[in-house]
C-alpha cells in the first residue's frame, strides 16, 4: 500500500503566507525557504497563531485556491492498495468527505469536542478522512493497530474512556467479545461494504451525510 500526502506542515505554513506561489511550473517553492519559514517559527522570529486548525487552516485554504483556480487541481490524496485499487481525491474532496466525517461522528455518533475515539483500521482511505475530521470537530482520535488482540482493545476502551470505536469487518468480533467491560462506549462504527447487528455502517453513512 501506498499513500501520497502533498500537505507537509511547513510547506503548508509558508503557502498560506504567500498564496501566490506554488510547487508547479515556475514558481517552485525552494527547500530552503521552506525551512527558514520553519526556523524562524520555532526560534520565536514570527508570530503564532493563538489558534490553528490544520483542518480548516490548511486543507481548506488548498482548497480555496484550487476551487478558484490560483492552484493545479493535483491529488492531495492518492491511496492506492496492494490490488493496484486507487483512491484519488482532491483538496476540494479531500475537504468536502472530511466535513462529512465530521458530521458523522457528530451527529450520527453524538461526539462531541474532548470526546474520545479509538480506530482500529489498517491504513485504508477512511483512516485519514478520520483523522482530518476529528481535528474538525475536535475530537480525540486513538489509533490503533489492526494487530490489536480483544485484551487490547479492551485496556485502550477502559484507559481512554472512549465513547466511540471504529473498525473493519475482521476486527469487529474482538470488539465485540469486551463490549460487557466498556462502559463508557456509546457508538460502534464499521468500515465494511455490509451491515452488522448493533453497528453503525460508515460508508452507508457518509453517502447520506450532506455538509
Not at 65 to 70: A, F, P, Q
Not at 94 to 118: H, P, Q, Y
Not at 144 to 151: D, E, F, H, R
Amino acid at each position: 500500500m501506498r499513500t501520497f500526502l502533498k500537505s507537509w506542515i511547513p510547506q503548508c505554513l509558508w503557502i498560506l503566507r504567500s498564496p501566490s506561489r506554488t510547487f508547479h511550473g515556475n514558481n517552485r517553492l525552494l527547500t530552503f525557504q521552506i525551512t527558514s519559514h520553519y526556523e524562524s517559527i520555532n526560534q520565536g522570529k514570527k508570530e503564532l497563531p493563538e489558534y490553528f486548525n490544520f483542518a480548516s487552516d490548511v486543507l481548506d485554504e488548498w482548497a480555496r485556491l484550487e476551487k478558484v483556480g490560483r492552484k493545479p487541481a493535483n491529488p492531495a490524496f492518492w491511496w492506492v492498495s496492494d490490488k493496484g485499487e486507487e483512491v484519488k481525491w482532491s483538496f476540494e474532496e479531500f475537504g468536502s468527505l472530511s466535513k462529512k466525517t465530521a458530521n458523522v461522528l457528530s451527529e450520527a455518533c453524538g461526539l462531541r469536542r474532548g470526546d474520545r475515539i479509538v480506530a482500529i483500521l489498517p491504513r485504508v482511505p477512511e483512516w485519514w478522512l478520520l483523522n482530518v475530521a476529528c481535528m474538525r470537530a475536535g475530537i480525540v482520535l486513538i489509533p490503533g493497530t489492526s494487530q490489536l488482540t480483544a485484551k487490547d482493545i479492551l485496556y485502550r476502551l477502559q484507559a481512554s474512556k472512549a465513547k466511540c470505536i471504529v473498525t473493519n469487518d475482521t476486527l469487529a468480533p474482538a470488539v465485540e467479545s469486551v463490549l460487557s467491560g466498556s462502559e463508557f462506549l456509546k457508538s460502534k462504527l464499521i468500515v465494511g461494504q455490509g451491515s452488522r447487528d448493533g453497528w453503525l455502517n460508515f460508508k452507508e453513512l457518509l453517502a447520506d451525510w450532506n455538509i
